[in-house]
């Protein structure tokens, strides 16, 4: 299985976002409006989203080419490593990447990156 790609930069601390990637609870409201909940499931699958700033062209190329060829989009799921707890997770792309342009001049871009896990962990 294939890593993702090791950058020349981490992702921008501001934009870190994780939490389940679905909502892991059922719930019933009675008439009296009493509510009842359940797991929805076993085990629920953790999403992480972030982006990269002022990225250069070089990783920008690097990490494009990974999304189209290795990930193949949405469609293969990767090894990535969590820079914020260190541990790796199987993951997928949860949407195609977007790439933004944001530097002009030095040619820099911003990158949005959603993940989600392709097989989550039980804990």
């Not at 707890?85 to 342009?101: H, I, P, R, S």
């Amino acid at each position: 299985m294939a890593d993702f790609p090791t950058l020349s930069i981490n992702p921008d601390a501001e934009n870190w976002e994780e939490g389940p990637a679905i909502d892991p609870t059922l719930s019933s409201e009675f008439e009296s409006g009493h509510l009842i909940t359940r797991p929805r499931t076993t085990v629920t699958p953790w999403s992480w989203s972030f982006t990269y700033r002022f990225m250069s062209n070089a990783d920008k190329v690097t990490l494009k080419n990974f999304e189209k060829n290795t990930a193949k989009y949405r469609a293969v799921e990767f090894n990535w490593t969590n820079p914020i707890d260190g541990l790796t997770y199987v993951v997928k792309f949860a949407e195609n990447l977007k790439y933004y342009l944001e530097n002009n001049g030095l040619n820099e871009w911003r990158v949005a990156v959603k993940l989600v896990e392709a097989r989550p962990s039980s804990s």
